[in-house]
């Protein structure tokens, strides 16, 4: 009896389970789904320091001005703005009828409120909020009436504009901005859970004629690459972006791929105070003993764009793409200058590689492949990503490490960090000569001229070689057949607003 | 009484050292929480108003006991990361994580007791060899390869699992359980070879002893014997294996969660430590070493009541 009333509800049990599996995906037609890797680390926009969390917060935010898929600012909140002649004072006109999506006008209240948020200026500060540091050129800003911001600087800064891109408005005195977002921007916040995923939907009053057509965007979140690529195969994802080569080859039917730079300046950076490559010509060697072109083939398939210096590529007018062929792959050359440095012998050294990037880790290891020709002895050491930031970046306690800069909105930012006092100078270079043309160019109004001192300083960093540049890698996306539109910007973005259903 | 006594200051002092070792881990790995919130391009200043306030310059020991003094409150603190109180943040995890657990559970008892009992049954019969050979593989497999294996077998080939399509307990509690399946099998699986050879084991080992042959020689059928006597005693030493199973497999959740994206306890470890989200790690880890030791606690009091002379020992 007993034996037979199991075996009744085991079979109820097995039949509910086959029918639910049966059960389709049940999604509405204007919903995408796009896959990340990495949980958010602020809902809040002046928190949030990951890029990964700033790609999905740009759907969200604006800031006065925001940079297009050209990296061209193009007005967002602020209409216009006027600059006095000797460019210290700037006055922004809030665009006419803009509403955050909570409803409320978009004061000049909220705007100032959100630049001394983020210029750390508000007393009493929060000590969580990212202080942009260009922002210390900031002396005043100022609500005029409702519709103008007056912003005051101590001296003049020619890319002020692209900075202030970056910081995005909110609400003036909005407590609950990190659990319940409200912004500008073209998608308006509904959920966010931990680890799992963030949704929007389409902000009807957005300014602009309101051509987009997803009415819901799923950020899912996964736990790494792996997981991602099998939600992609099972049909849960439209888009995912950042493949691996070998995942772009097995693309499943129903997917194409979109090819784009992903602004980043790989390479091995070397610490310049450190022994070998506190000589130069070690430094020099190093660059000379790997082939460049060839990791690129062996790690993504030929997917990339060799570089030459510490530019991100995407700036097209500043970045001097003629010093890609200073030191070509020639090991004998590397001997000889090591010989030179009266290392007869080669020499070790340990690169520390952030583990939870595999892209570095690869590179790593065809880099320390390649260095054995020249007789140079690399070990490499995996440390985690909050390891490499005390350890490597703010202490600067190691010899060489592989990793990537992440390209930011103004091209000064690649340069920036080589400036013998700067706080971020993690390679230890000093040259006073790059202190002068980096103070000359900043005080210089006119861009080409600019431009040539930009190209100046490239120049001087890849003759010092202060790290020896890899590559600009390709970011790969796949992205369902159904949906077109998907775009690459010289930022870390993921534009959903320009998504559309073929 | 006095037994449920002791065995309570135990209980304690276990949670305590717990606490103590994990406190002690986070001052001694790299990293630390103030810099990975602020990022690359924060100031040295900026660091260390973070740090003065979250407290991060005061000595060790101030702090353990600053942090314990709030625990028995019951606060465990803020996540840096997630902004939310650490215990809210559990609450809604540990969900998943105990559903996973007791899936798993419940898989392995359905399918490893009716083989452990066949296999010792059916001694060196080819159902017996089938079983062994069985067992032996999938107890040789790691658990995360297994979850990917699974992923594409009921994923991939036979299609009754679409993987990502997690629903959240919330939303649809029939689905969830069953999303829940699959990772269970990847947590179970190894578990159930290891049960199964135990109790085919054990059962041999009974079915020699004397009181077996008495039971044969008052004319008892064989199937009273193995169900009245024999089974009755080899379970016994099943209980204590279960125990520590139930210990592991709360273990072997950390990494399913992980292969197959559920947002349960492990895989916020896993996150908050990469973070230095001290006041979650601590959280979960008590957290958990509670459920660990809440279970072997209930194991020592059903053995004590299954074999009352324990409790004289």
Known sequence: MLKRKAIMILLILVLSITLYGCKGNMKSTKTVTIGITQDLDSLDPHKAVAAGTKEVLFNIYEGLYKLDKNGELVSAVAESYEVSSDDLVYIFNIRNGIKFHNGNNVTANDIEYSIKRSAGMLKPSDPMIAVISAFSVISDVEAIGDNTVKIVLNEPDTEILYYLSTCDIIPKDYAEISTKPIGTGPFKFVSYSPLESVVMEKYNDYYLENKQQIEKVIFKISSDTDSAFMELRSGVIDILPYLTDAQAEQIPEGYYVKEGSMNLIQGIFLNNEREPFNDIRVRQALSYAIDRQKIIDIVAGGKGEVLGTNMFPGFKNYYDETLVDVYDFNPDKAKELLKEAGYDNGISFTIKVPSNYQYHVDTAQIVVEQLKESGINADIQLIEWSAWLSEVYKERDYQATLSGLAAEVAPRKALERFNTEAGNNFMNYKNPEFDNLYKTANNTNDENERILYYKQMQAMLTKDAAAVYIQNPFQITAINDKLDGYTYYPIYVQDMSLIYFK | ?313
């Open chain 2, 1 to 313: 009484m006095r037994y449920l006594f002791k065995k309570a200051i135990i209980f304690i002092i276990t949670l305590l050292i717990i606490s103590v070792l994990t406190f002690t881990a986070f001052q001694v790995i790299p990293g630390n929480s103030a810099l990975t919130a602020l990022g690359m391009e924060a100031t040295d200043e900026a660091i260390e108003t973070l740090k003065e306030e979250l407290g991060f310059n005061k000595n060790v020991f101030i702090r353990y006991f600053d942090w314990l003094k709030k625990v028995t409150k019951g606060d465990f603190g803020d996540s840096i990361q997630y902004h939310s109180k650490a215990t809210d943040l559990i609450k809604d995890r540990v969900v998943v994580t105990l559903w996973l657990a007791i899936i798993s559970f419940i898989l392995i008892l359905i399918i490893a007791l009716p083989l452990g009992v066949l296999s010792a049954l059916k001694k060196n019969s080819i159902v017996d060899k089938a079983i062994l050979v069985m067992t032996q593989i999938s107890m040789a497999i790691p658990p995360f390869f297994l979850g990917i294996l699974l992923t594409i077998l009921f994923g991939f080939v036979i299609k009754i699992f679409i993987p990502g399509n997690y629903i959240s307990y919330k939303e649809d509690i029939a689905g969830f359980l069953y999303y829940l399946i699959f990772p269970a099998m990847a947590v179970a699986i190894p578990k159930i070879s290891m049960l199964v050879k135990f109790l085919r084991n054990s059962i041999i080992r009974e079915l020699k002893l004397d009181y077996v042959r008495t039971a044969r020689s008052k004319g008892n059928d064989e199937r009273t014997i193995m169900y009245k006597h024999v089974l009755k005693n080899a379970f016994i030493p099943i209980i204590t294996l279960l125990g520590m199973m139930l210990a592991d497999i709360m273990a072997g959740t950390i990494l399913i969660e992980q292969v197959f994206s559920l947002p349960g306890l492990g895989r916020l470890l896993l996150v908050s430590i990469s973070n230095r989200d001290f006041a979650v790690v601590q959280a979960i880890i008590l957290y958990m070493a509670l459920i660990v030791v809440l279970i072997n606690f209930i194991v020592d009091i059903l053995y004590q009541f299954l074999d009352p002379r324990v409790t004289k020992i």
